[in-house]
């Protein structure tokens, strides 16, 4: 079973900071790419930030130079630190993870996500 858990969300006024942490646990084998989306009311989910295993980074354009995505490998942690938030950054943040696993002596890829955590940004 693997399960990944965000904490750090909150609420905030417009101009301020939040730090998203997300770990993965459970019977894994390796862990690639690392991320985070948002959805926020009537909208579709959109990409944050990825990372992956070997560092490489994507950012979505209304976040660039704002957000800063880490990932402790050693850990399976992923982080989204988030600075001069906006109203509009409001949204549940949901980690997301490609992580591999060994089922019946297959090993088995897929993404795994956690199941969310409110930001929400004041003006």
């Known amino acids: 079973q693997v399960q990944l858990v965000e904490s750090g969300g909150g609420l905030v006024q417009a101009g301020g900071s939040l730090r998203l942490s997300c770990a993965a646990s459970?019977?894994?084998?390796?862990?690639?790419?690392m991320g985070w989306y948002r959805q926020a009311p009537g909208k579709q989910r959109e990409l944050v930030a990825t990372?992956?295993?070997?560092?490489?980074?994507k950012y979505g354009d209304s976040v660039k130079g704002r957000f800063t995505i880490s990932r402790d490998n050693a850990k399976n942690t992923v982080s989204l630190q988030m600075n001069s938030l906006k109203p509009e950054d409001t949204a549940v943040y949901y980690c997301?993870?490609?992580?591999?696993?060994?089922?019946?002596?297959?090993?088995?890829?897929?993404?795994?996500w956690g199941q969310g955590t409110q930001v929400t940004v004041s003006s």
């Open positions: 997301n993870a490609d992580i591999s696993t060994r089922v019946q002596g297959v090993m088995v890829v897929r993404p795994y």
């Open positions: 459970g019977s894994i084998f390796s862990v690639s790419a």
């Open positions: 990372i992956s295993g070997g560092g490489s980074i």
